[in-house]
Nanobody, 129 residues
Framework: QVQLAEFGGGSVQAGGSLRLSCVASGDININYWMGWFRQAPGKEREGVAVIDNEGSTKYADSAKGRFTISKDSANNTLYLQMNSLKPEDTAMYYC???????????????????????WGQGTQVTVSL
């Protein structure tokens, strides 16, 4: 069983930055894919960024150029550096992990929340004007 705990959410003004962290514990290893997802009130959950078992990354169009996903495998910690935040980034942010065979290339770069079965409780990010 995998446990995931997110940290680092908060309130920030537009243009500001936040760094989210996700500490993984339990039955997890460096071969796991890990990702960040978010859900705003009244909207469906959407993918933000993912990092596969080979260290390759992929971002949603809304995150490209502003967000950076990274992981510290030695400490089982996933990060999301978010810069130039916008009010539309306001959402609950979730960390997810899954043992997926192969890398992003095997799946044509495709990924979604349906690929993940292990989720954290979420951390709220609020961006105001």
């Amino acid at each position: 069983q995998v446990q995931l705990a997110e940290f680092g959410g908060g309130s920030v003004q537009a243009g500001g930055s936040l760094r989210l962290s996700c500490v993984a514990s339990g039955d997890i290893n460096i071969n796991y894919w890990m990702g960040w997802f978010r859900q705003a009130p009244g909207k469906e959950r959407e993918g933000v960024a993912v990092i596969d078992n080979e260290g390759s990354t992929k971002y949603a169009d809304s995150a490209k150029g502003r967000f950076t996903i990274s992981k510290d495998s030695a400490n089982n910690t996933l990060y999301l550096q978010m810069n130039s935040l916008k009010p539309e980034d306001t959402a609950m942010y979730y960390c997810a992990a899954e043992d997926i065979v192969g890398g992003l290339g095997m799946y044509g770069g495709s990924w979604s929340d349906a690929d993940f079965n292990n989720w954290g409780q979420g951390t709220q990010v609020t961006v105001s004007l």
